[in-house]
């Protein structure tokens, strides 16, 4: 201290660390060391999750999300499904099976709606569409209990467009030849047949059981 | 300056008492002060993530008095010249918040208007002494034009990022959109206050109090506010993502209704503790000096020079300057008093549409009622409408202050506007009224179509501001003008949601519901508003 002064105006008080000024002299270190727990232990914490946060692999993830998704379709979670593909669908939009996924998912859980607009952007009049939902909406058509001629056209035009893209496609080749044969276009029917190799022996049990019952017209 | 520094004081500077009549001069610059800092609370009563601002005001009191306890010693002599300055600062802020009707300029220019009194009554030792206080009040300044809503945006984004990174972590399948996040069979709506926002300033002026009151260094005030900051974000991500996970594994939803409002006064207390924590963690790390070293200084008595400097300043000044905050203040009374208007309906009000309109068929049940204190517009009705294979939502949203820019809020749930126009007539009842419209698309593949308004309580349509002209700080200049003389709107919207880009028999149909819904709607809001008036 300066020299005192008898004009010294009266000195401050001090009591500049009320948490110290009350704990420190009783506290001990275990004690502080406690009450910093909490907050290390939160701050590692944060630290350790951001990190692995960060270092997430997108590639894994989305394979996981496939895995799941899969499961969930073959479990019929189809809620669990649409949330899958719809991460799919916005991780990797540009991907048409995560597309036709959501469809199937969707109508799972009743949104038919939706569903058949999903599928009609998959199997657009013109251009190529998806392979897989051409094929999957050409057997919905089909199996319709009474196809009319319309449902047949519609079902033979996305067969067709799925042979433009794969030429060898056997599914589409026998399914053509159930709509040729139901229509008695024989030679059409006989065309695809062979296209399918269902006139090969050895795979005749797999295509035949795809064809319509003969008329009886036929016998 | 510290205690054992201390120069001897002159034998002649006695403590001197409160200039009374400057003090009763600084009152009269406060009453000028008044019109537009009401108005300027009122503000920020009515945003969520200020509405701890009473608790500041008090807190900034209590460490003001603390610190003036701790100065017996202390002469209040004050530096009239620069008490003057930042008076006239004060009043220049106080003129442009007046003349833009700018709020915030309210509470900028009572800031310095205090700053200005503290230096008029005991100079800049007692203006130092009490800059705490004046830091902490600090925290209760929105930023202009908005901004933290902007931060608001942005964190929420972020909130929701992080929160589906750890969901994945979790092994919890989700997908987010914007502001939303699904898991199977539930839809989780990230709104601010899961974002953290409101916690987050909140927390940080409750760490700077705290800092203040126990005499923490800079440093550690610093310190501790930059880890709160990291406190909070993260006990938000955790709110979201253990949310979802009860949600998902026991159907227990915690973010929602109450128990949400519980969690989120909880999450604060554990950051507050937390905070408190690492102060003792600091404290561990860098103990703090002996007691003589973070002793505050004593305020030393004025120089003479000093003294006869203040004392210079002719009264007249003193007079002239509170007789110029006064008519001001009258001024801003005779101008703000009407604007800035409060919203005529709250929960009470009742809306519906009927079972059948436009050729469009209401789903039975499928009426929402939503209450959300916590964000613009905080009273929703809902509906479901069908007409063969459409379906489409209609909603009415409110209250806003001033035309809602509906977009916003698409955008930020995901959507990306493909076209969108306004049409119509500005402040028209009736068909002819303003409207807009916005096609949207996202990634999911979805397509939107959305038709909204926006009315007045007296059923009058509004235009979006057109501002397109403008731009820097004339817009925001504008922008704000218009604001606070807008009345509370409130919102109408059709949606028409699917897979597929809407046609225009489907435009056409979504348009004749949205007309047919918003008139009745109009009409109904007009009858209910003039009920209350």
Known sequence: MSGASPAKPPAPRRRPQRVEAGAAAHASVFWRWLAAAPAIVALVSSLTIAAVIVTQSPGEVLHWYQTVAERAMRNRDYQLAVVCYQRLLSDEPEDPANEFGFALSLAGVGRQREAIELLARLTPDQGPGYVPARLFVAQQLLDFKSPTSETRARAERNLLRVLEIEPMNETAHARLAAIYAEEEKWDLCRYHLERCGALRREVEGRILPLMPPRPAAAN | ?533
């Open chain 2, 1 to 533: 300056m510290t205690a054992n520094a201390s120069p001897p004081p002159s034998p002649g500077s006695a403590r001197r008492p409160f200039d009374r009549v400057a003090v009763g001069l600084l009152l009269l610059v406060c009453i000028g002060e008044l019109p537009l800092l009401l108005k300027f609370f009122a503000d920020l009563w009515t945003r969520p993530q200020y509405d701890f601002f009473p608790l500041i005001l008090i807190g900034a009191s209590y460490l003001a008095w603390d610190r003036l306890r701790d100065q017996p010693g202390m002469e209040f002599q004050g530096r009239r010249l620069l008490g003057t300055l930042l008076l006239a600062a004060a009043f220049l802020t106080l003129a442009l918040g007046t003349l833009f009707l700018l709020r915030w300029l309210g509470g900028i220019s009572a800031w310095i208007a205090l700053a200005g009194c503290v230096c008029w009554i005991g100079g800049v030792k007692l203006l130092r002494a009490l800059a705490p206080s004046f830091v902490l009040l600090v925290t209760i300044l929105p930023p202009p034009g908005r901004k933290d809503e902007a931060i608001a945006l942005i964190l929420r984004q972020w909130a929701v990022w992080a929160s589906g990174r750890l969901l994945d972590l979790m092994g919890i399948p989700h997908v987010s959109t914007g502001s939303l996040i699904n898991i199977a069979g539930h839809r989780l709506g990230v709104e601010d206050a899961c974002s953290g926002l409101h916690s987050l300033l909140a927390v940080v002026a409750v760490t700077l109090m705290l800092g203040f009151y126990w005499r923490r260094p800079a440093w550690r005030i610093v310190t501790l506010m930059c880890c709160s900051l990291v406190f909070v974000v993260w006990a938000n991500v955790l709110r979201i993502s253990l949310g979802a996970y009860l949600i998902e594994t026991w159907k227990f939803d915690i973010l929602s209704g109450s128990a949400h409002e519980l969690l989120g006064l909880v999450l604060f207390m554990v950051c507050i503790a937390l905070t408190a924590s690492l102060d003792q963690f600091l404290v561990l790390l860098r103990p703090e000096r002996p007691e003589s070293q973070n002793t505050p200084a004593v305020l030393q008595p004025r120089s003479s020079k000093a003294t006869n400097s203040a004392a210079g300043m002719p009264n007249w000044m003193g007079w002239g300057i509170a007789v110029a905050f006064i008519l001001l203040g009258a001024f801003a009374q005779v101008r703000v008093a009407g604007l800035w208007a409060s919203p005529s309906l709250g929960a009470a009000a009742k809306f519906s549409l009927p079972a059948a309109v436009a050729g469009w068929q209401r789903v039975d049940g499928s009426e929402q009622v939503i209450g959300r204190p916590e964000v613009l517009g905080q009273y929703s009705f809902i509906w479901t409408y069908r007409n063969g294979p459409r379906s489409a939502l209609v909603a009415c949203d409110y209250p806003f202050p001033g035309y809602h820019e509906l977009a916003t809020c698409y955008l930020a749930s995901g959507w990306q506007p493909v076209n969108s126009g306004h049409a119509g007539s500005a402040d028209q009842a009736g068909p002819a009224g303003a409207y807009s419209e916005m096609e949207m698309q996202r990634p999911s593949p979805a397509f939107a179509y959305l038709l909204y308004g926006c009315c007045d309580e007296q059923g009058r349509w509004l235009a979006p501001e057109s501002l397109e002209t403008q731009s820097g700080l004339r817009l925001a200049l504008q922008l704000s003008y218009e604001r606070a003389r807008a009345p509370q709107a409130y919102q109408v919207q059709v949606l028409l949601q699917g897979y597929k880009p809407p046609g225009d028999e489907d435009k056409q149909q979504l348009r004749q519901l949205f007309f047919a819904v918003r008139d009745d709607f109009a009409a109904q809001l007009a009858r209910q508003a003039e009920a209350v008036r």
